[in-house]
Nanobody
């Protein structure tokens, strides 16, 4: 079971990025997938989560209206589209998978598998 996040980079404020989380070893559709981020010298925080079979989608208040999470089952991939990026969006972004839909969406202990992070830097 493996999750691999990619798509990070350096972008100017107001710009966009699309992160990808590719799963191997399990059927992504059956899992809840969350995106988390860890800003420099801060705690890891939840950003967006999509529950199994797309039953529910959650966004952190600070990204609502700017970020969109989606799933492509044929590619076993979950995406995070990030628009209107701000310097405070800077951080290492991780995707995580949960075998059971979390009771507390932003509780990292509810996610069983974590991929390597991808760095997003928003700066002019």
């Amino acid at each position: 079971v493996q999750l691999q996040a990619s798509g990070g980079g350096l972008v100017q404020p107001g710009g966009s990025l699309r992160l990808s989380c590719v799963a191997s070893g399990f059927n992504l559709e059956d899992y809840a997938i969350g995106w988390f981020r860890q800003p420099p010298e801060k705690k890891r925080e939840g950003v967006a989560s999509i529950y199994s079979h797309d039953q529910f989608i959650f966004y952190a208040d600070v990204v609502k209206g700017r970020f969109t999470i989606s799933r492509d089952n044929a590619k076993n991939t979950v995406y995070l589209r990030m628009n209107d990026l701000k310097p405070e969006d800077t951080g290492v972004y991780y995707c995580a998978g949960a075998r059971k839909d979390p009771r507390l969406v932003w509780d990292t202990y509810e996610y069983d598998y974590w991929g390597w992070g991808t760095l997003v830097t928003v700066s002019s």
